[in-house]
């Protein structure tokens, strides 16, 4: 988060009313489950879809593609808007998959705060522990969710705890459990003193809420069992006096996480979880940019690209460009300049996302998330301005530490390879570079699923089975320095050489000894493992 100068005007009250997060965790903490619940909450759809459920029920609507289907998981980040009360919530789903880890990477950029998702009985796990580092770099604020208290969990305390050390931020609890497992009646919600109680019955129905005048009400007796109820009162009293109360400023800054207990499954703990996200969440921040920055006050419109998704709709071989609006007010027909090419576009079908669901958006506010469907005009990166030439930053791309050589199953199919590998590589699902000595390309994923995710949806897409084989390059950086240099350098190690898809320079290496002896040898040049997109 920028620190935003106090002097800057009030938002325009649809500016301000939108709240734009991405939903981060560990894979199968719940996480997709928690998106059909804030979709079902924010009267979106009528039936929440599970990841593990049987027939109907199984089809969740940010799983779209069909691998996701088949096998639990999220592949690809989907973006949702809904209202919620006085909100619009603009919801990014990101993969939990480590494999899948770019893309996470890249919605983070285009989110001004995200939910982390914890499992009770498994606390913070190492992709949980990655992806909020890089919340930490961009300072966005977090707010918890601990999922699954349904079940066998550990300690509240002990969660807390965890958090606290391995990630480094003050936690300040927001509502407290009330037993756990099948002991697990609801929750105490701490910021508005109120007794949540779950309905173990029926999963897709809202938890009843009853308003207490603190710990000592009789009423509380009512419906909380003794022995459940002396365990609470005891823990939260420890809690208000070890634990930090909410500062708002705090979460703003990134420093402190109010967490919330419950169960997606269940519905239990959502809308609280909801109700958080509207009261502390901030509204849409100022993005930084060169050569200056954008503020989402400003009337002029700016937006810039952090997703491309391919074939959303195999029956149109369309892409859409997930656009990000950093300010002013977007209307249907509106002419853009696209920076990149300085060509003006005019933007004639955006579409507002329910996942694989699209509807024609007529207007958007700064903060929302559309999509443009094109053929290949827009790329990761791009910036999209009312004619003024500004450019996003901070959208990373990073070297792949997996590569393997891609051939056609039919030699005579060669020509459809390169290009359904160059949709993928601009949609940013894989780094495709082309060898200047022999023929084919070279493939370059973070995780080793993403081979099959490719050679699926190339498959499915294109009607091409292709194979991936073991190449004798284990990484690849990118080539920067003087242009004389890098030619000279170039003509030299050309069996090593190779350009990706934007045609920059990459030199592929087979050992570490590779890059030890280009900064020995070659001390103008610079080895990269990562770069800016569309700089």
Not at 148 to 162: A, C, G, P, Q, V
Request: charged share 30%; hydrophobic share 40%; proline share 5%.
């Amino acid at each position: 988060m920028l620190d935003a100068p106090t002097n800057r005007p009030e938002l325009p009250a649809e500016i301000a009313r939108r709240r734009t997060f991405a939903i981060i965790s560990h894979p199968d903490a719940g996480k997709t489950t928690l998106t059909e619940k804030f979709l079902l909450y924010g009267g979106a759809i009528q039936m929440a879809g599970q990841v593990r459920a049987k027939g109907e029920a199984r089809r969740t609507r940010s799983d779209f593609m069909k691998m996701e289907q088949d096998r639990g998981i999220s592949v690809s980040a989907s973006a949702m808007s809904f209202d919620f009360k006085d909100f619009r919530f603009n919801l990014v789903d990101t993969p939990g998959h480590s494999d899948f880890s770019e893309d996470t990477y890249r919605t983070l950029t285009a989110v001004d705060a995200a939910i982390m998702v914890i499992d009770g009985a498994k606390g913070v796990e190492s992709q949980t522990r990655k992806l909020f580092e890089v919340c930490r770099l961009r300072d966005l604020p977090i707010l918890t969710f601990c999922n699954k208290m349904d079940r066998e969990s550990r300690d509240t305390f002990d969660i807390i705890d965890e958090i606290q050390e391995n990630l480094a931020i003050d936690v300040t609890p927001a509502s407290w459990p009330i037993g756990m497992g099948v002991d697990f009646l609801g929750c105490y919600d701490l910021l508005h003193d109120r007794l949540e109680l779950m309905d173990r019955a029926d999963r897709n129905r809202v938890a009843e809420s009853i308003k207490i005048e603190g710990l000592d009400d009789p009423k509380l007796a009512e419906h909380v069992p003794d022995h459940l109820r002396e365990k609470l009162v005891e823990e939260v009293e420890m809690a208000r006096e070890l634990l930090p109360s909410l500062d708002p400023q705090a979460v703003l800054e990134g420093h402190m996480t109010p967490i919330w207990f419950g169960s997606a499954i269940n519905s239990f703990g959502v809308k609280e979880l909801m109700e958080g996200i509207g009261a502390y969440a901030p509204e849409p921040q100022v993005q930084a940019a060169e050569p200056r920055r954008i503020a989402p006050e400003e009337s002029k419109v700016a937006g810039f690209v952090f997703k491309v998704q391919a074939n959303m709709d195999p029956k149109h071989r369309d892409r859409v460009a997930f656009v990000r609006l950093a300010s002013g007010h977007f209307q249907r027909g509106m002419k853009l300049t696209h920076v990149r090419s300085k060509k003006p576009m005019t933007v004639s079908n955006p579409v507002l996302f329910l996942a694989a669901d699209r509807e024609l958006a007529e207007e958007a506010w700064a903060g929302d998330i559309i999509g443009i469907p094109n053929h290949g005009q827009l790329r990761i990166g791009d910036t999209l301005t009312e004619g003024e030439s500004l450019r996003v930053t901070g959208i990373p791309s990073f070297a792949p530490e997996l590569l393997q050589a891609c051939r056609a199953g039919d030699p005579m199919k060669a020509k459809h390879l390169d290009k359904a590998l160059m949709q993928f590589a601009e949609e940013g699902a894989a780094k495709v570079f082309k060898p200047m000595m022999g023929a084919g390309f070279i493939v370059g994923v973070v995780g080793q699923l993403q081979f099959e995710v490719l050679a699926s949806r190339i498959e499915m897409e294109y009607g091409l089975p292709v194979r991936f084989e073991p190449t004798q390059f284990t990484s690849a950086r990118w080539v920067h320095g003087e242009r004389a240099a890098v030619d000279a350098f170039t003509q030299k190690n050309k069996q090593h050489m190779a350009t990706d898809n934007d045609g920059d320079v990459v030199y592929m290496t087979r050992l570490q000894w590779d890059i030890d002896r280009v900064a020995r040898d070659h001390p103008d040049l610079t080895l990269s493992a990562t770069k800016e997109m569309q700089v």
